[in-house]
């Protein structure tokens, strides 16, 4: 049968590389899953089209990932079969071992209640235990799944099915050093200042009128102008819509003539209030050898208008001298007055700053236990960085769980229970020196899914001044270095509305890079225009 194995990998233009552990494992594998010689390589060949294999050479090291393929595929075939069957594995008769009559005990799915609640507060109240310098954590929920409850502990994966080098295998060490951190280590509490005005309470989302809506616009264009021309560098502003032969200078807001993408055809210019009376003109860009625009950014645009129905431009002026923040040199009379409100200490001179920031879902897709964000903490337990900063979704509305409702817990008690508690608890275990840092996302299921985005309504006590809650976006000052937060994609956004021309010598851009550079010459966390 081996031979017949080897022929068949033959017929299908495969060689093998270690000929005689691979056919003595193929051979297991007909045995195991009841295969024929044909069957087996026509599984491997689907493995090797979705691994995106290149050699046409079969090694031993992807036995393990081709075992798992089979498996899966055994599985599927036998569910589809029998819809109503599970399949049971290891990890299920481990379960019943260990945990003994946990399904006899568990109930059916209903409204949570005070007794779920309490019970679950329990488990979580016993979730940390300081054992001298360790900070471990439990699993607080009471709910196991066959997926959910894991043997190995959960760890980051930097390679699939690939054997391990040097370079990997020193990102998996556990215990391995962060140099930055490791440069920069705690030198006490730092400072934090919060910019931007927070929401009232009392305001209505989606109910903005349209006269605010225009001020806003308007107060763009008009900013970028008054930079343009403190710069120097150009004359005076002239409004685009006049009929004019000779060169000028126009500043307005790029738009979409109609639905869609922009296009040659439909790229139009609208000027300021005070220009041209909020008008629109044609813009064509056929002179330009290059250009990137998108619907809502706002540029300096040189050329002439002869006909007064479209200007012709001959240079896009898309980047503008950054104006000097008002808070940078403050007078003694407001320091003094921030001082006293509490937002700044003038004891913080130490300028160098040391922080982890991350993104969440904090949960893996198979259940709900937070074992990412658990692995985050004990990680910043170890380095002690005088800024967590972690960015949403925290109860994620995207994850299988939420999606079908089959949690028994509202999503206020999870984040209360799961990312609060344990945020509670670190901050308690390493002391008032370091400080936590919330940004929402609009995909949290226990709060409120607009843009711009409140922070969240946290009031419990003790713990505020370690735990900030920051709008979305939002940004803050922290020993001098200023940090702007926003959970929104805007630079997938961007991807989709973009109209771009590359250099005509041919060589092609770094479009990301040119994303992230018209979010720094825009000033705006989201510079598309907002329905």
Same mark, same amino acid.
């Given at each position: 049968?081996?031979?017949?194995?080897?022929?068949?990998?033959?017929?299908?233009?495969? %060689?093998?590389?270690?000929?005689?552990?691979?056919?003595?494992?193929?051979? @297991?594998?007909?045995?195991?899953?009841?295969?024929?010689?044909?069957?087996?390589?026509?599984?491997?060949?689907?493995?090797?089209?979705?691994?995106?294999?290149?050699?046409?050479?079969?090694?031993?090291?992807?036995?393990?990932?081709?075992?798992?393929?089979?498996?899966?595929?055994?599985?599927?075939?036998?569910?589809?079969?029998?819809?109503?069957?599970?399949?049971?594995?290891?990890?299920?008769?481990?379960?019943?071992?260990?945990?003994?009559?946990?399904?006899?005990?568990?109930? @059916?799915?209903?409204?949570?209640?005070?007794?779920?609640?309490?019970?679950?507060?329990?488990?979580?109240? %016993?979730?940390?235990?300081?054992?001298?310098?360790?900070?471990?954590?439990?699993?607080?929920?009471?709910?196991?799944?066959?997926?959910?409850?894991?043997?190995?502990?959960?760890?980051?994966?930097?390679?699939?099915?690939?054997?391990?080098?040097?370079?990997?295998?020193?990102?998996?060490?556990?215990?391995?050093?962060?140099?930055?951190?490791?440069?920069?280590?705690?030198?006490?509490?730092?400072? =934090?200042?919060?910019?931007?005005?927070?929401?009232?309470?009392?305001? &209505?989302? =989606?109910?903005? &009128?349209?006269?605010? &809506?225009?001020?806003?616009?308007?107060?763009?264009?008009? %900013?970028?102008?008054?930079?343009?021309?403190?710069?120097?560098?150009?004359?005076?502003?002239?409004?685009?819509?006049?009929?004019?032969?000779?060169? =000028?200078?126009?500043?307005? =807001?790029?738009?979409?003539?109609?639905?869609?993408?922009?296009?040659?055809?439909?790229?139009?210019?609208?000027?300021?209030?005070?220009?041209?009376?909020?008008?629109?003109?044609?813009?064509?860009?056929?002179?330009?050898?290059?250009?990137?625009?998108?619907?809502?950014?706002?540029?300096?645009?040189?050329?002439?208008?002869?006909?007064?129905?479209?200007?012709?431009?001959?240079?896009?002026?898309?980047?503008?001298?950054?104006?000097?923040?008002?808070?940078?040199?403050?007078?003694?009379?407001? &320091?003094?007055?921030?001082?006293?409100?509490?937002? #700044?200490?003038?004891?913080?001179?130490?300028?160098?700053?040391?922080?982890?920031?991350?993104?969440?879902?904090? @949960?893996?897709?198979?259940?709900?236990?937070?074992?990412?964000?658990?692995?985050?903490?004990?990680?910043?337990?170890?380095?002690?960085?005088?800024?967590?900063?972690?960015?949403?979704?925290?109860?994620?509305?995207?994850?299988?769980?939420?999606?079908?409702?089959? @949690?028994?817990?509202?999503?206020?008690?999870?984040?209360?229970?799961? #990312?609060?508690?344990?945020?509670?608890?670190? $901050?308690?275990?390493?002391?008032?020196?370091?400080? $936590?840092?919330?940004?929402?996302?609009?995909?949290?299921?226990?709060?409120?899914?607009?843009?711009?985005?409140?922070?969240?309504?946290?009031?419990?006590?003790?713990?505020?001044?370690?735990?900030?809650?920051?709008?979305?976006?939002?940004?803050?000052?922290?020993?001098?270095?200023?940090?702007?937060?926003?959970?929104?994609?805007?630079?997938?956004?961007?991807?989709?509305?973009?109209?771009?021309?590359?250099?005509?010598?041919?060589?092609?851009?770094?479009?990301? %890079?040119?994303?992230?550079?018209?979010?720094?010459?825009?000033?705006?966390?989201?510079?598309?225009?907002?329905?």
């Amino acid at each position: 049968m081996e031979e017949e194995i080897k022929a068949e990998f033959s017929n299908s233009g495969f %060689s093998l590389d270690e000929e005689e552990v691979i056919l003595r494992k193929c051979l @297991t594998f007909c045995i195991n899953y009841s295969l024929s010689p044909s069957d087996l390589v026509s599984s491997w060949e689907v493995y090797y089209l979705n691994r995106q294999l290149n050699e046409s050479t079969v090694h031993d090291a992807e036995m393990d990932g081709f075992l798992l393929h089979l498996q899966n595929a055994v599985k599927e075939s036998i569910i589809n079969e029998e819809p109503d069957l599970h399949v049971y594995s290891s990890k299920d008769v481990d379960m019943m071992f260990n945990d003994g009559d946990r399904y006899a005990k568990e109930e @059916t799915i209903g409204t949570p209640t005070n007794k779920l609640y309490s019970h679950s507060s329990e488990l979580f109240d %016993s979730e940390y235990q300081q054992n001298g310098s360790t900070f471990s954590a439990g699993k607080p929920s009471d709910i196991v799944t066959p997926f959910g409850h894991r043997k190995e502990k959960f760890a980051v994966r930097f390679s699939i099915n690939q054997p391990p080098t040097e370079e990997n295998a020193k990102e998996l060490e556990p215990d391995s050093e962060d140099d930055f951190l490791k440069k920069v280590e705690s030198r006490g509490r730092c400072s =934090m200042i919060l910019h931007g005005v927070k929401l009232d309470p009392n305001c &209505r989302y =989606m109910c903005d &009128r349209i006269e605010d &809506r225009f001020n806003a616009l308007e107060g763009r264009i008009k %900013s970028y102008s008054r930079a343009l021309i403190l710069s120097g560098v150009h004359g005076e502003l002239m409004d685009p819509s006049v009929a004019s032969q000779k060169s =000028m200078v126009s500043v307005g =807001m790029i738009c979409c003539d109609g639905e869609g993408h922009l296009n040659d055809n439909s790229i139009l210019l609208q000027s300021s209030d005070e220009h041209s009376g909020g008008q629109r003109v044609r813009l064509d860009l056929q002179r330009l050898s290059q250009f990137s625009v998108f619907p809502g950014q706002v540029v300096g645009i040189e050329g002439n208008n002869p006909s007064g129905h479209c200007l012709i431009a001959s240079k896009i002026i898309d980047s503008n001298p950054l104006s000097a923040s008002a808070d940078i040199n403050l007078p003694s009379a407001k &320091r003094q007055a921030l001082d006293k409100e509490g937002q #700044i200490d003038p004891s913080f001179s130490d300028k160098e700053l040391s922080m982890i920031i991350a993104a969440g879902p904090f @949960t893996t897709t198979d259940n709900l236990f937070f074992e990412p964000l658990t692995e985050l903490l004990s990680y910043a337990s170890r380095k002690i960085p005088q800024l967590l900063i972690l960015l949403g979704p925290f109860v994620d509305s995207e994850h299988p769980e939420i999606r079908r409702g089959a @949690t028994e817990r509202s999503f206020n008690e999870i984040f209360h229970m799961e #990312i609060l508690r344990k945020l509670r608890d670190y $901050v308690e275990y390493l002391g008032d020196t370091v400080r $936590v840092v919330l940004v929402p996302s609009i995909r949290d299921a226990n709060h409120d899914f607009v843009f711009p985005q409140p922070g969240f309504d946290i009031r419990s006590s003790d713990l505020n001044d370690q735990i900030t809650n920051l709008t979305n976006p939002g940004i803050f000052e922290a020993n001098q270095v200023k940090v702007g937060c926003c959970t929104v994609d805007i630079l997938k956004h961007l991807c989709g509305e973009e109209m771009s021309r590359n250099p005509s010598d041919g060589i092609p851009s770094d479009r990301m %890079s040119r994303l992230a550079y018209h979010l720094l010459t825009q000033q705006s966390f989201y510079p598309l225009p907002t329905s």
